[in-house]
């Protein structure tokens, strides 16, 4: 079956950075678009980043644009999550899901297949 685990969450202070890396496994992971989603405590769970089939095409919330960067790497089925410039606000438990077709997506009934999650605490 379709697994996806995500690892690389922790806690960092305001202005520090963490890079996330979810592995994909039980698909075949080049056909897929793949995004990272992120839920804050008493939140609804929002869109991050997206990356498509190729990895040619991102897309980004406008909260994170300029400080995040999401990239894939077929060769290995991961896709990764560069987060820089840290703010308190970007603390959420963070997610990967792979998306039901090869383009950007930014909303999440694209997607079907949802990892457990990370956690990524921002201090001030």
């Known amino acids: 079956q379709v697994q996806l685990v995500e690892s690389g969450g922790g806690l960092v202070q305001a202005g520090g950075s963490l890079r996330l890396s979810c592995a994909a496994s039980?698909?075949?992971?080049?056909?897929?678009?793949m995004g990272w989603f992120r839920q804050a405590r008493g939140k609804d769970r929002e869109f991050v980043a997206a990356i498509s089939w190729s990895g040619v095409t991102t897309s980004y919330a406008d909260s994170v644009k300029g400080r995040f960067t999401i990239s894939r790497d077929n060769s290995k089925n991961t896709v990764s999550l560069q987060m820089n410039s840290l703010k308190p606000e970007d603390t959420a438990v963070y997610y990967c899901a792979s998306s039901i077709d090869r383009f950007v997506d930014t909303t999440s009934a694209m997607y079907n297949y949802w990892g457990q999650g990370t956690q990524v605490t921002v201090s001030s």
């Open positions: 039980g698909l075949t992971f080049s056909n897929y678009a």
